[in-house]
């Protein structure tokens, strides 16, 4: 009899299967038909290859149901079947696994991005994963493995939705990385570690997009962050195309090359991903022979680390402090509090953005004014932070249902703030904290109020990491603040303060937080009294700080110390903040040139200022200008400029595309101005995912951007066969044709397409792109340009079209 999965892969590493799509396609599974449908259709052909596997030595055999969601299915019609399908691939996986070999019922993403990138809802996302998942789980799964996910804020929507229906489920996570050591949406490795282990996962690592070398990279990074078992499912080296076949390089003694190293970093699950074979796995099985290293994790530590999709910051550990921007606060502030009311953002993402810059590690997301629907605000403002910045967010609201709110919407792991000792808080919050994946800010207060003592806020916050404890959540995710007292009232209590940050410290070992100018409220020259208890602060054993980081004196406090207290190693941060300071004379700085209309244009296309880019048009059009003077030279070279950024690393997809929307609203308000043929096209673009492939996220975020550029774009959509892309083509003249493919599978259909334009005369330039393309790719099957992103893309086109 097996032993339970998760103590088997502590006691041993286990071998997960192979490929499944390629090994279907050599049974007889058509270009374009369901994989999934075999399951009914021809289950002793799903049978053969798992029993392939088994044969081979696998320990994990994972279920044909990867596209097995009812939005993966809807594509075939058979969106009814969800239930029927997935049982019955548990069904066959069960037969061919035995009695020795795991059944793991894989699923994937849906092919759609959540809001605000997308269009899905954190609630219809979950509601998908949780109908296929009820489906595996009923079926009789041992695991759960999402696999080849894109999106670190879908995965976590698909762990929550699981999570809810089986507590002790074991669920692997995987994502997929490209080559520059990040998912498609920004997400480096370690984020996607920090926001996975939160919610709940047992395993996580990598698959697909990557040979063995690279997952290696990508699960070294993770394992700096968690303790939890690692997954490598490696492809077998980038596809090829060799005598018109598409074939992986990669033999089964190529995928053994990193077996040692991958057990000694701390992974349990080895298997094989695109273009492995049972010959694959087998080789690995016997690579692993008298090589069953008992799993002893690394000691989780007391670090909290917090992520955002495309950033991840610490807590304690001996990090340096982390600093929690507080202006996005409608406390005395009647321009936020107004746009609050009207639903507005500006005053949002203008804050997000400079706090950002000045230093915040943390932003403080606090959207409590009266008269607003706050869950609906806290849903806009972490939306538009998290487009806006990578920074991670802090929490900030006393109203559980707009937490809940801004949980969904949140896109990594956060720091709610806050939840204290009284009996409705910890009922209220604590559940919200677990089944989400949040940190917690502690507040030392109960019932009886805040404690004047040291001693009764430590006791406080024991109790406060008791009943965490009981709700699931480690004592790492809490942060306790000790609470600032104003010291102008009572001057005794900002040692009481200290006192108790170095008990909590010390005898609780957690870490802690405080709001630090709270301390000088009803004093002169408040930032004087501010600073310096901020550095005793951070004597005593101070983790986070909530500040203003426009406020230097507070800012220059916490550099220094970061120096002193050997938490800003060479002083590398504080060198690089300061090293072009220099002390200028009295009235030397002169006022800088206020900005012109085509720059704040500019400048809003690079923030995504959405709701404010109409204005500046109306501003514009009464300057004079002209519509295509703003197109050409304020929106186009803004644009431009998100290209360049999204080029160097320091822009991701979400930005991108909130760039693209914004530009897009304002194209619209300027085709008011125009008669005629409007703004002139730069030309005319066919774009299609080709035959077989129902994968069109790439493409549609390309169509986007080349709208946005001043192309004209035919959106032929998903799975179109060669004839039409070329029917269309001839019948509208365009200039260009763009193919695109996800699956290894469907990238010989790029070729067929290439072929049928030249055989009939199509003139139109040729382009193509997808996960699994490459260059060389491309130049063996005949295009004219290969594209690695959407943002190449459009600058290739423009330069092919001398535009």
Not at 185 to 191: I, R, V
Not at 213 to 237: F, W
Not at 435 to 464: E, N, Q, S
Not at 598 to 611: H, T
């Amino acid at each position: 009899m097996k032993k339970p999965f998760l103590q088997a892969i502590r006691e041993r590493v286990l071998v997960l299967d192979g490929a499944m799509g390629t090994m279907l396609q050599e049974r007889g599974l058509k270009p374009g038909q369901s994989p999934e449908e075999l399951n009914l259709l021809a289950p002793e052909v799903v049978g053969g290859v798992h029993e392939a596997y088994v044969a081979a030595g696998a320990d994990i055999i994972v279920t044909n149901t990867f596209g097995g969601s009812s939005a993966k299915l809807s594509h075939y019609g058979l969106e009814d079947r969800v239930a029927e399908i997935n049982k019955k691939a548990v069904e066959i996986a069960r037969k061919a696994a035995g009695p020795d070999a795991y059944v793991a019922g894989s699923i994937g993403p849906t092919g759609r991005f959540l809001e605000p990138v997308g269009d899905m809802s954190f609630d219809e996302a979950a509601a998908i994963f949780g109908e296929q998942a009820a489906a595996l789980i009923e079926g009789g799964v041992d695991a759960i493995s999402l696999e080849t996910f894109l999106d670190i804020k879908e995965i976590r929507a698909a762990v929550i939705a699981i999570r809810e229906l089986s507590a002790d489920l074991p669920i692997i996570a995987m994502l997929t990385f490209e080559e520059k050591g990040r998912s498609v949406l920004g997400s480096p490795p370690e984020a996607a570690a920090i926001t996975l282990e939160a919610v709940g996962v047992d395993i996580v690592g990598s698959n697909c997009g990557l040979g063995v070398d690279g997952i290696y990279d990508i699960l070294k990074a993770m394992r700096s962050v968690t303790s939890l078992p690692l997954i490598s499912q490696a492809n077998a080296g980038l596809p090829i195309l060799k005598d018109g076949v598409t074939v992986f390089p990669g033999t089964p003694d190529d995928m053994t090359a990193y077996h040692d190293r991958l057990i000694e970093l701390g992974v349990r699950i080895i298997g094989g991903c695109c273009g492995t074979t049972p010959a694959h796995i087998k080789a690995m099985r016997a690579a692993l022979d008298g090589k069953n290293v008992p799993f002893v994790p690394k000691d989780a530590g007391s670090t909290t680390w917090l992520s955002s999709r495309g950033s991840f910051t610490a807590i304690g550990g001996g990090h340096p402090v982390a600093t929690i921007g507080e202006r996005i606060n409608p406390t005395g502030k009647k321009l936020y509090s107004q746009e609050l009311r009207e639903g507005k953002v500006a005053y949002i993402r203008r804050e997000a953005l400079e706090q950002t810059e000045l230093g915040a590690t943390l932003l403080d997301v606090n959207v409590g004014t009266p008269g607003i629907d706050e869950p609906a605000a806290m849903e806009r403002a972490v939306f538009c932070v998290t487009g806006a910045v990578q920074t991670p967010l802090v929490l900030d609201s006393s109203s559980p249902e707009a937490l809940e709110r801004g949980l969904k919407a949140a896109d990594g792991k956060v720091l709610i703030n806050s939840v204290n000792g009284e009996e409705k808080s910890l009922a209220a919050v604590l559940p919200l904290a677990r089944k989400y994946g949040a940190a917690l800010v502690c507040l030392t207060l109960d019932d009886a109020g805040i404690p004047a003592t040291a001693t009764g806020r430590v006791a406080i916050a024991g109790k406060i990491a008791e009943r965490a404890a009981a709700a699931g959540i480690p004592r790492r995710n809490l942060v306790v603040d000790c609470l600032t007292l104003t010291v102008s009232a009572e001057q005794k209590g900002a040692l009481e303060t200290l006192d108790a940050v170095r008990r909590v410290k010390g005898e609780l070992n957690l870490n802690t937080v405080l709001g630090v100018s709270n301390i000088s409220f009803g004093l002169p020259c408040r930032p004087l009294i501010s600073s310096t208890f901020f550095s005793m602060a951070m004597l005593s054993g101070l983790d986070a700080a909530i500040v203003n980081p426009k406020e230097q004196a507070m800012m220059a406090a916490w550099r220094s110390a970061m120096v002193l207290l050997h938490r800003d190693v060479n002083a590398a941060a504080y060198i690089d903040a300061y090293k072009g300071a220099v002390a200028e004379p009295a009235g030397a700085a002169g006022a800088a040139e206020p900005e012109g209309i085509r720059g704040r244009l500019g400048r809003a296309v690079i923030n995504g200022e959405r709701e404010g880019i109409e204005a500046l048009v109306e501003q514009a059009l009464a300057e004079g200008l002209t519509p295509m003077q703003i197109s050409s030279e304020a929106l186009l070279p803004g644009l431009e400029e998100v290209g360049r950024r999204f080029e160097k690393g320091s822009f991701f997809l979400p930005q991108v595309m909130q760039s693209a929307d914004t530009m897009k609203a304002a194209f619209t308000r300027l085709k008011k101005e125009l008669t005629g043929s409007g703004l002139a096209s730069l030309g005319k673009i066919l774009i299609a995912t080709v035959e077989g492939d129902i994968h069109d996220i790439g493409k549609n975020i390309l169509v986007t951007l080349l709208e946005n550029n001043g192309f004209e774009v035919i959106d032929l959509g998903k799975n179109v066969a060669a004839a039409k892309i070329v029917a269309k083509a001839q019948e509208l003249q365009v200039d260009a044709v763009g193919l695109s493919a996800l699956m290894t599978t469907t990238m010989a259909q790029m070729e067929k397409v290439i072929a049928l334009l030249k055989a009939e005369g199509v003139k139109s330039f040729t382009m193509v792109g997808g996960a699994v393309v490459t260059g060389d790719y491309a130049k063996e099957i005949g295009a004219d340009l290969y594209a690695k992103d959407a943002m190449e893309a459009v600058q290739l086109i423009k330069k092919m079209l001398g535009k």
